[in-house]
């Protein structure tokens, strides 16, 4: 079971690494942002945008928490991404404004955590509509954990293309005790 600190500490780490990831990508020309690498969603720029779909997807679901949390609140009105291809952008520095508010809204809503929010059973719908119940500070951690999953594959693809996007390790953002 996730605390409120640790979903703190993860949402810097996803925040630093997003960052990390964008700085590096900006290294490389435009047309080998698209280029296709055989990677599962082709691109760099598509493994990007399957990031801000699928953390899109994940924070319209969280924004059906009972808590009614404030944090996620702008996302409450839209309509769920149905495909995790979806585009947010075309070119680096539009994907990198959507990557942004989703990092701030993640930050935020880490920030406003309580711990009877982590122990609350999230009641949401998958793309099939098949309806789940599911332990919702459980569900933040696969949440960081699928952005670590793909950002490792992004960051395979940068360096295969002869870019370091540095240090990656949680790690140097733990706090010694």
Same mark, same amino acid.
Do not use: C
């Given at each position: 079971?996730?605390?409120?600190?640790?979903i703190v500490l993860l949402a810097a780490?996803?925040?630093?690494?997003?960052?990390? !990831?964008?700085?590096? &990508?900006?290294? !490389?020309?435009?047309?080998?942002? +698209? &280029? +296709?690498?055989?990677?599962?969603?082709?691109? $760099?720029?598509?493994?990007?945008? %399957?990031?801000?779909?699928?953390?899109?997807?994940?924070?319209?679901?969280?924004? !059906? %928490?009972?808590?009614?949390?404030?944090? $996620?609140?702008?996302?409450?009105?839209?309509?769920?991404?149905?495909?995790?291809? *979806?585009?947010?952008? +075309?070119?680096?520095?539009?994907?990198?404004? %959507?990557?942004?508010?989703?990092?701030?809204?993640?930050?935020? !809503?880490?920030?406003?955590? =309580?711990?009877?929010?982590?122990?609350?059973?999230?009641?949401?719908?998958?793309?099939?509509?098949?309806?789940?119940?599911?332990?919702?500070?459980?569900?933040?951690? %696969?949440?960081?954990?699928? *952005?670590?999953?793909?950002?490792? *594959?992004?960051?395979? $693809? $940068?360096? =295969?293309?002869?870019?370091?996007?540095?240090?990656?390790?949680?790690?140097?953002?733990?706090?010694?005790?």
């Amino acid at each position: 079971m996730p605390t409120t600190d640790d979903i703190v500490l993860l949402a810097a780490y996803n925040a630093n690494m997003n960052r990390k !990831l964008y700085d590096a &990508a900006a290294r !490389l020309p435009a047309h080998e942002l +698209d &280029a +296709d690498r055989g990677a599962f969603f082709g691109s $760099l720029l598509g493994t990007m945008n %399957h990031l801000v779909a699928g953390d899109t997807i994940w924070l319209m679901r969280f924004a !059906l %928490h009972p808590a009614n949390l404030p944090a $996620l609140a702008p996302l409450r009105d839209g309509a769920i991404p149905s495909d995790l291809r *979806q585009r947010y952008g +075309d070119d680096l520095p539009s994907l990198l404004a %959507h990557r942004s508010r989703l990092d701030g809204l993640i930050t935020a !809503l880490a920030a406003e955590l =309580q711990p009877t929010d982590l122990d609350a059973t999230l009641v949401y719908r998958n793309s099939r509509g098949i309806e789940y119940r599911k332990h919702f500070g459980t569900l933040l951690l %696969h949440f960081f954990n699928h *952005q670590t999953h793909h950002r490792g *594959q992004a960051s395979t $693809l $940068l360096t =295969q293309a002869g870019i370091d996007i540095g240090v990656t390790d949680l790690l140097e953002l733990v706090g010694d005790v």
